[in-house]
């Protein structure tokens, strides 16, 4: 029953207008009607089991729209950056999806259902690096702290737009929908690390309104229909370990790539696990370091 159920939910997706749902989200999360937008902050808090105690400031009149109360800063000492040279972080709060070892140059999506590197990545050079590499895939639910950061130092190299479809990314659409993260609209970042190539993925989804960097500001949305490649030269952004790179404005997923043999052990974590960002995922070979 529970299958027949999650085939007619992701069934129904696929002829929802899911780009004019996600402008009407957009826009009403930035609305700066007061009484509007605390209805929101209250209402959609309560639902998604948000803790305000953890936000940096948790008044409602602090924030302009219901979009700044979701981005919000934590407190300092919420959590906890994992400072081993070894650590790789998590970049996120959320629930592992997947996680572990590419087959070749697939990706485990779910049971039974993988994706290529090349179709996930618009076939960018890098890929070849990252063949038999690992891979982390972290869902962000709307309860979760919704900035993303540095698992490890890197200087960015490129930033690719690919635009797609806005399926849903909660479990059970990514159960029954084929390809779902290489179908989506995403934001392709790649980094130079001291362990080769590191791959962070913003992938868009249903009613996730916004997309942004630290570096370009908001990406998405945009009426690009091509994908779109930014080359940056060396030197010109480098962010060290821990430090924010971007941020969803509404949940979505998160998935991180590193070269095969770069990681050395994964951290007792696995699919179905939470995880908060800071938090250590797994341990780096020693070369990676050295």
């Known amino acids: ?55 940096a400031s948790p008044e409602k009149s602090d924030y302009v729209s219901f979009n700044a109360w979701f981005t919000r800063a934590l407190k300092p000492g919420v959590r906890t950056f994992e400072t081993a040279p070894t650590a790789l972080l998590s970049p996120c709060d959320g629930r592992i999806s997947e996680t572990g070892d ?35 895939t972290i869902y962000l639910s709307p309860r979760d702290y919704h900035r993303i950061h540095m698992p490890m130092a890197g200087e960015l190299r490129r930033m690719i737009h690919v635009p797609g479809r806005l399926f849903s990314v909660a479990p059970y659409t990514v159960r ?14 790649i980094f130079d690390t001291a362990a080769g190539a590191l791959v962070l993925v913003l992938v868009g989804a249903m009613l996730v309104s916004s997309t942004e960097t630290v570096w370009a500001g908001e990406i998405t949305p945009n009426k690009n229909k091509e994908v779109t490649v930014i080359d940056y030269p060396i030197g010109e952004i480098r962010l060290d370990k821990g430090e924010e790179m971007g941020r969803f404005n509404m949940g979505s997923t998160v998935v991180m790539m590193l070269p095969k043999r770069m ?27 050295n």
């Not at 029954?176 to 970042?189: H, S």
């Not at 699919?271 to 797994?282: I, N, S």
Request: proline share 3%; glycine share 6%; net charge neutral.
């Open 176 to 189: 029954q929908i084929d390809r779902l993260f290489a179908k989506n609209e995403r934001v392709i970042c």
């Open 1 to 55: 029953m529970r299958t027949l159920i999650e085939r007619l939910l992701a069934g129904i997706q696929t002829i929802l207008p899911q780009h004019f749902a996600s402008r009407i989200v957009y826009a009403l999360m930035r609305c700066e009607i007061k009484w509007l937008k605390n209805t929101l902050i209250v209402v959609i808090s309560k639902l998604a089991g948000i803790n305000p105690a953890e936000a």
């Open 263 to 289: 990681v050395a052990d994964l951290a007792g974590n696995g699919a179905g696990d939470p995880v908060k960002v800071g938090q250590r995922l797994a341990d780096l070979a020693t070369s990676a370091i």
């Open 102 to 136: 590419l087959h070749d140059n697939q990706i485990l999506q779910a049971k039974g259902k993988t994706y290529s590197l090349q179709d996930f990545l618009a076939g960018d050079e890098v890929c070849p690096q990252l063949l038999d590499g690992y891979f982390s």
